[in-house]
């Protein structure tokens, strides 16, 4: 009954490697994001789509490619990965774009 | 740069003490929310204010606002040693279509 999953939960990689994180929600939200956390905790929004539209896409490295092939899927795939990667990354969704954020349980990225 | 930030950075209290955190936050807004996050975890909403309340309760949790400050502040009372996680303030933007996360307070219950 999980409202937002992604996976994998952990992925560990090389430099220079390519990897793609899924994630899917079953809330019937119309709305789905991709943000950061850092080390320091700070969370920024990388992307986000309504109904599989690009809406924002917030100065983000064109290395980071997101995909929503209908509006309950997002999936993120980095190519060329890099040593600044490493962080949790998190899917969410939510109603419309002010409604409160429903997270799934992060993928932490290290790139080494 | 950030649109809210939150005050203090970490905190650590006693159980059954409570705790208060800040947010403040520099442009206009419609509401404004507060997750928590515990370790390991994604962020979990618990509650959001609209910019035309002052003050609202869910639990054991009080949420405040005033918007002439631009700040809000939440407050956990009788705290639980479960209530340990970090906490962060977000504001949608206006007009951008995206919700934007302060730094968060981390904080810790003794038990």
């Known amino acids: 009954d999980t409202a937002v999953s992604q996976t994998p939960k952990y992925l560990v990689t090389q430099m220079g490697n390519d990897k793609s994180i899924k994630c899917e929600q079953n809330?019937?939200?119309?709305?789905m994001y991709w943000y950061k956390q850092d080390s320091k905790k700070f969370l920024k929004i990388m992307f986000s789509?309504?109904?599989?539209?690009?809406?924002i896409n917030e100065t983000v490295p064109n290395r980071f490619s997101p995909k929503s092939p209908d509006k309950a899927h997002l999936n993120l795939h980095i190519n060329s990965l890099e040593l600044g990667d490493s962080a949790v990354y998190f899917c969410?969704?939510?109603?419309?774009?002010?409604?409160?954020?429903?997270f799934g349980n992060g993928t932490r990225l290290t790139v080494t | 740069s950030q649109q809210g930030e939150e005050d203090p950075q970490a905190l650590s209290i006693q159980e059954g003490e409570n705790a208060t955190m800040n947010c403040s936050y520099k442009?206009?807004?419609?509401?404004l929310q507060w997750y928590r996050q515990n370790s390991g975890r994604g962020l979990v909403h618990l509650i959001l204010?609209?910019?035309?309340?002052r003050e609202k309760h869910s639990g054991r949790l009080r949420v405040t606002l005033d918007t002439s400050k631009k700040s809000s502040s939440l407050l956990i009372t009788a705290s639980r040693a479960a209530d340990t996680a970090s906490y962060f303030c977000a504001t949608p933007i206006q007009g951008a279509q995206k919700l934007v996360f302060g730094q968060g307070t981390r904080l810790t219950i003794n038990p």
């Open positions: 969410a969704s939510s109603q419309v774009t002010d409604s409160p954020l429903h």
């Open positions: 809330l019937g939200h119309d709305t």
């Open positions: 442009t206009s807004i419609n509401n």
């Open positions: 204010i609209r910019s035309n309340e």
């Open positions: 789509y309504n109904n599989k539209e690009l809406i």
